[in-house]
């Protein structure tokens, strides 16, 4: 698992239903659920590894910052960036 | 000059020689054929419309029955856009079809000053209901339905937004019914005009309704967006509505549309603006009287009645 996550260049636009996601490289364009646009937004913010991830987002949304959270944050990361919207921060 | 102002053998005398110009909503589409089934249907559909003899146009086309052995036995029709064929040689028969598809393929392959959605659009009091649908859907159905009720048509195929304003441009050219539907839509609006059926095409039997004079004469004025309705008909089902999520009638929209990824961000923001103004639905139905019913009733879209 690299250190830190970037995101791609993209545009979102967010709706109660969720965030939608254009790849302006790739115009390709997705659909994530509420909870992985968030995690998408705040590397729109800045760079970040998988564990500050977690710790925000358990500070804005009132979850339980614990290893599920990790597990989760980390498979959801891997999954951004199969899709191409997230990628590695060189070392 | 409207189109009903030229005699007959005039008009296909204009056709096959050096053309007729017809403006169709914003663009102006050069129409030269010796063909008689496109002068008749010209005659017949586009009556309403402006047209010149000269000037400027936006898509060149020319559709001829080829000099090959084909003329005898079984005559068949060619096309060219820009002096290019986009198609292989038809039934001659099925003429008018082809300049219809001709029509739109002229702008689906040279339009990027618009958002293209492959859909129809009607309108009433200002606003727009957008109907994008793939073929089957019933959405020619529906909206020749609709037009017959007096809601304005603004297309039946290609919805043009633009990107600058969010607004739709009218096109409001004849709308093709397939197969079951011609019938259903003689019978529910006999006091349309219907073109004759054209067999064996590639969707079927086709037949055409003309756009009312209304539609065509204020094609001018664009409309602003209103509802979104992806229609879906299935025999023997009641009407059903479901309120769409923006975000999945954004992509439900997007999958479809024939520009976006050539229009990139420009595109993306249209779409992102165009969902935000408008309410969206997936609707089914089979009873027309139903459909119309439900579409009568409808409400101002939230988003603009926040903004009156």
Redesign the interface.
Same mark, same amino acid.
């Given at each position: 698992m690299p250190e830190a996550w970037r995101a791609a260049n993209l545009?979102t @636009?967010s709706?109660?239903? =969720?965030?939608?996601v254009?790849n302006?490289d790739s =115009?390709s364009?997705h659909?994530l659920n509420p909870i992985a646009g968030q995690v998408l937004k705040l590397l729109i913010d800045a760079p970040a590894d998988s564990k500050t991830i977690a710790c925000l987002l358990a500070g804005q949304i009132d979850l339980a910052s614990d290893a599920e959270l990790d597990y989760n944050i980390a498979s959801l990361l891997k999954h951004l960036d199969s899709l191409g919207l997230i990628e590695p921060v060189p070392a | 000059m409207k189109v009903s102002q030229i005699e007959a053998g005039e008009l296909r005398r204009a056709l096959s020689k050096s053309g007729l110009r017809i403006r169709t909503g914003p663009f102006v589409s050069h129409v030269q054929s010796p063909i008689q089934d496109i002068a008749d249907g010209v005659q017949l559909f586009y009556k309403d419309f402006d047209c010149q003899s000269e000037g400027f146009a936006d898509f060149h086309l020319k559709l001829v029955r080829p000099r090959n052995l084909h003329r005898v036995w079984r005559p068949q029709v060619t096309c060219s856009l820009n002096d290019e064929s986009p198609f292989s040689p038809l039934p001659s028969d099925q003429a008018f079809a082809v300049l219809e598809s001709l029509l739109n393929w002229s702008i689906y392959t040279t339009t990027y000053n618009y958002l293209i959605i492959h859909g129809a659009t009607v309108e009433r009091n200002g606003f727009a209901a957008i109907l994008p649908a793939p073929p089957g859907s019933g959405k020619s159905t529906l909206c020749a339905a609709l037009v017959s009720r007096g809601w304005r048509l603004l297309t039946d195929e290609l919805t043009l937004v633009s990107p600058a304003s969010g607004l739709i441009s009218a096109l409001a050219r004849p709308i093709s019914l397939k197969n079951n539907s011609i019938d259903v839509l003689q019978d529910y609006a006999p006091h349309e005009v219907f073109g004759p059926r054209i067999y064996n095409t590639i969707k079927g039997t086709i037949a055409h309704m003309r756009p009312p004079t209304d539609s065509v004469t204020r094609m001018h004025e664009a409309a602003v967006p209103g509802w979104l309705i992806f229609p879906k008909y299935q025999v023997g089902a009641s009407t059903s509505v479901t309120p769409l999520? @923006?975000?999945?009638a954004?992509?439900s929209l997007?999958s479809g549309l024939v520009n976006y990824?050539v229009l =990139?961000?420009q595109g993306?923001?249209a779409l992102?603006r165009l969902?935000d103004g408008t309410d969206c639905f997936n609707f089914t139905y089979s009873s027309l009287d139903e459909a119309m019913a439900w579409f009568a009733e409808l409400q101002p879209p939230s988003r603009q009645a926040l903004a009156l």
């Open positions: 545009l @636009k709706w109660p239903d =969720g965030v939608v254009y302006l =115009g364009t659909l | 999520p @923006k975000g999945q954004f992509m997007s990824p =990139g961000v993306f923001e992102t969902i």
